[in-house]
C-alpha cells in the first residue's frame, strides 16, 4: 500500500475520544447555549416596556459570566451564562435579573440522562425535535421551556444542518472509514431507530464525522442513499479501507460506490457472534484462542492461529468456527497497513462498541 506512508500516527489509545463523543460534546454545549441565549433574548423582550427617563432600555446585554465546566457522562462541557445589566434600579434590592431556568436544571440533572446526549444530538439536529430532546435532558418534572426558545433552536438547528448537509466534499479525502448502525433509544419510547453511521480518517490522521442518516442497517439501499449522497456533494477518492460489521448492507452499497476500497469485519462484532454460539462454559477459552488471531504481530501468525481454531473447534462447535473462516480474509485486511494503525482498524469502537452507544437505552 503506497499511500497509507502518509497517514500520521493515531493518538495512543490512552488519549483518543471516540469521535462521536467529541461531535456529541460539542452539540450538547453548542444545544445548550444557544437555548440559553435564545432564553435571555426571550426575557429581554419581555420587559421591552421597561425604559429609562431617556426611553432607553431599561435592560441591557452585559456580555457573558465566567465560562462553567459541568461534568457529564461524555466529559467536562463548557458552557457560559449570559449576563444582562439593570441600568433602572436604585440599589440591589431593586435590580432585575436574569435567571436561566436551563442552567441549574442540568447542574442538577442525573447521570442518568447523560445516556441521551448523542440520542438528543443527533435526532435534534436532523428533526428539529427539541421540545422533547431539552424535556429529556432537563428531566421529565421540569417546566417546559417557552415557545420562543422551542422555535428559535428549531430554526437555528434547521440551518445548521441543512448547510451541514449540503457541504462540499470535493477535496475530502478519507483513507479509513468506519460504518455501522447506531440504535437510538431514550427512555420515553419504546421503540428504537437506527442512525446510519460514517466516521472518516484524514490523511492527516484527523477523525471527522462523514454523515448519518435514519435507515436499516442491514438494508443495502439505505446505505446505498447515504453514500450517493456524500459522492454527489464531490467525495469521489475511495478510501483504502473501511471497517464494519459483516451483517451490515453496507458492504454492497460500498462495493457500488467505491469498488476499490477494501473490507475489514469488525473484530468486536465477529468474537460476540462466534461466542454466542457455544455454551458459555467454552466461551472463556475460546474468546482467548480469538485474541491470539487479532493481536497476532503479523499475518503469518494470525493465519496460524485461525488454523489452530478451526483444529480445535470444527468437531464440537462447527457453527463457531464457519462463523469465523467466513469471513477470513476480511478479518485480517488490517495486516496490510501500519502496525500503529491496527488498534483502531480493527473494529468499529470508533462509532459503536466500547464508547458512547452502550448508554443507549439504558
Known amino acids: 500500500m503506497t499511500e497509507t506512508t502518509n497517514v500520521l500516527a493515531f ?78 434600579a436604585s440599589g440591589p434590592g431593586d435590580r432585575l435579573r436574569f435567571s436561566s431556568a436551563i442552567l441549574p436544571l442540568w447542574a442538577r440533572r442525573t447521570k442518568s440522562l447523560d445516556a441521551l446526549i448523542p440520542v438528543l444530538y443527533l435526532r435534534g439536529i436532523s428533526t ?30 434547521q440551518v445548521e444542518y441543512e448547510r451541514w448537509q449540503r457541504r462540499d466534499l470535493s477535496a475530502r479525502r478519507y483513507v479509513y472509514i468506519w460504518a455501522d448502525g447506531v440504535y437510538l433509544q431514550a427512555r420515553m419510547e419504546d421503540h428504537s431507530e437506527c442512525m446510519l453511521v460514517l466516521i472518516g480518517t484524514t490523511p492527516e490522521g484527523k477523525k471527522e464525522l462523514i454523515g448519518f442518516q435514519v435507515g436499516v442497517r442491514e438494508s443495502a439501499q439505505s446505505w446505498r442513499e447515504l453514500l450517493i449522497d456524500l459522492r454527489q456533494r464531490g467525495l469521489r477518492i475511495a478510501p483504502q479501507l473501511a471497517i464494519g460489521d459483516g451483517a451490515l448492507g453496507f458492504w454492497k452499497a460500498l ?44 499475518r503469518a501468525e494470525a493465519e496460524t492461529a485461525i488454523d489452530v481454531f478451526v483444529e480445535k473447534y470444527h468437531v464440537k462447535y462447527g457453527r463457531a468456527v464457519e462463523c469465523l473462516i467466513k469471513d477470513r480474509h476480511a478479518l485480517l485486511a488490517f495486516f496490510d497497513f501500519p502496525a500503529e494503525h491496527w488498534i483502531h482498524l480493527r473494529s468499529s469502537n470508533p462509532i459503536e462498541s466500547e464508547s458512547w452507544p452502550r448508554k443507549f437505552g439504558q
Open 255 to 298: 462495493d457500488e460506490a467505491f469498488p476499490g476500497t477494501r473490507h475489514q469485519r469488525c473484530w468486536c462484532h465477529k468474537v460476540s457472534n462466534v461466542l454466542d454460539k457455544v455454551a458459555k462454559s467454552v466461551q472463556g477459552p475460546m474468546k482467548n484462542d480469538l485474541r491470539n488471531i487479532y493481536l497476532a504481530p503479523h
Open 128 to 157: 428539529g425535535d427539541f421540545q422533547e430532546a431539552l424535556s429529556a435532558l432537563l428531566g421529565k418534572d421540569a417546566p417546559n421551556l417557552s415557545p420562543s426558545v422551542i422555535a428559535g433552536l428549531k430554526a437555528d438547528w
Open 11 to 88: 493518538r495512543q489509545p490512552s488519549a483518543v475520544d471516540d469521535p462521536l463523543t467529541d461531535i456529541v460534546r460539542a452539540g450538547a454545549r453548542d444545544l445548550l447555549a444557544r437555548a440559553i441565549e435564545i432564553e435571555v433574548g426571550a426575557f429581554l423582550a419581555s420587559t421591552a416596556n421597561l425604559t429609562l427617563p431617556d426611553g432607553r432600555a431599561r435592560l441591557v446585554r452585559h456580555g457573558h459570566g465566567p465560562v462553567r465546566e459541568i461534568a457529564t457522562g461524555i466529559g467536562p462541557v463548557e458552557v457560559a451564562r449570559p449576563k444582562v445589566r439593570d441600568r433602572g
